[in-house]
């Protein structure tokens, strides 16, 4: 089974991907970048963009009934890696132990010139 996930409350898709698909016990949520869903524009600040990426993924977890709980893998790009430790500082707000397998990267540039962008994996239990 491979269902499509979407929702307003989250970055309508900018190209041919979903935002989201769900499995029996799996959901991929698509790189979401900081785009305010109401107005698809980038939020200002390296930190308020981190925190609205991970609205936006919380956002997406409603839809399928899940949390940041569920969430067992996060790859995270970043335009400047020195931008790391912000990353950390906001997940520790948003997570708890045990904390999800985790890999970052620093890329040349992301979609809409944005400052991050994480894809998720989330388990259903």
């Known amino acids: 089974m491979k269902k499509e996930i979407k929702t307003i409350n989250a ?3 900018i190209g041919t991907y979903s935002q989201a698909i ?3 016990n799996l959901l991929f949520i698509s790189g979401q970048i900081p785009l305010e869903p109401k107005t698809m524009e980038l939020v200002d600040g390296v930190e308020n ?3 609205q990426t991970f609205l936006n993924i919380k956002n997406i977890l409603k839809v399928e009934k899940l949390s940041f709980e569920n969430v067992v893998k ?3 790009l970043l335009d400047d890696l020195d931008n790391f430790e912000l990353v950390n500082k906001v997940m520790a707000d948003l997570f708890k132990k045990p904390y999800p397998a985790r890999a970052a990267y620093e890329v040349s540039k992301l979609p809409k010139n944005s400052l991050v962008e994480i894809e998720t994996i989330a388990v259903k239990i």
């Open 49 to 51: 963009q981190i925190r």
């Open 74 to 76: 996060l790859t995270i």
């Open 11 to 13: 970055p309508q898709a």
């Open 22 to 24: 769900a499995t029996e």
